[in-house]
């Protein structure tokens, strides 16, 4: 139940194309869903968030696409570009029963845009 | 603001030293985390605090590893004694929110020999 499923675990991508990583949940306590890119030698950087209120949000090249009742949030790079090749991160985050907070993160997407 | 600030970058040490780890995290925010990451577990929450106490330790693998906040403005995570599959990187990250963004360090990358 604290599981969160990401795919795929790399991706190649050619420059101006769109890349799509996918999510899954299973708990329905979540309700921050966070993206986060990581380059080699620095931690996750926040890209975009999104709660379930919504069902897309969009920032520059960036938008999360969620779908509360499959229980699936997505991360879609228009117009990819080389600067993005990177590890990218989701997460769920809910409180749990004992009150605290935790973060659960995928197990990370390679991405590599080709010039 | 200059970030989530780690150090060190890099620790080589022989099995059964002691490792002290440390952060400073940005200034307001009320919330301090550390993780580990690895190949084989991705990111794992050690420890969080809120308002320099601990609140969440569950992610602490074992009692060779301690964490303390002794003010707002700095945390340590101590490893005694190392052990060669403690090696990973590890990261402290900083929230004005516990359900909101985290803005982590660039990590302390620790190699037990």
């Known amino acids: 139940q604290q599981q969160v499923k990401q795919s795929p675990q790399s991706l190649i991508v050619q420059k101006g194309g769109i890349s799509i990583i996918n999510c899954a949940y299973e708990?329905?306590?979540?309700?921050?869903f966070p993206w986060y890119q990581q380059f080699p030698g620095k931690g996750p950087a926040l890209l975009i968030a999104i709660r379930p209120d919504v069902s897309e949000k969009k920032e520059g090249r960036f938008t999360i696409s969620f779908n509360k009742s499959a229980k699936q949030f997505s991360l879609h790079i228009m117009d990819s570009q080389p600067g993005d090749s990177a590890t990218y991160f989701c997460a769920a985050n809910g409180r749990k029963n004992s009150g605290t907070y935790k973060y659960i993160f995928g197990t990370g997407t390679r991405l590599k845009v080709l010039a | 603001d200059a970030g989530v600030i780690q150090s060190p970058r890099h620790e080589v040490t022989e099995m059964g030293q002691e490792v002290t780890l440390r952060c400073k995290p940005i200034?307001?925010?009320?919330?301090l985390f550390w993780y580990r990451q690895t190949m084989m577990r991705g990111l794992e929450l050690l420890i969080y605090?809120?308002?320099?106490?601990?609140?969440?330790d569950s992610g602490m693998p074992e009692d060779r590893f301690s964490a303390k906040m002794p003010n707002a403005s700095f945390s340590t995570l101590k490893i005694q004694p190392s052990e060669p599959r403690d090696s990973a990187v590890y990261f402290c990250?900083?929230?004005?929110?516990?359900?909101?963004?985290?803005?982590f360090g660039s990590g302390t990358r620790l190699t037990v020999v």
């Open positions: 708990n329905t306590a979540f309700d921050y």
């Open positions: 200034s307001g925010h009320d919330y």
């Open positions: 605090f809120n308002n320099n106490v601990p609140i969440d």
């Open positions: 990250a900083s929230s004005l929110s516990p359900d909101y963004g985290y803005t």
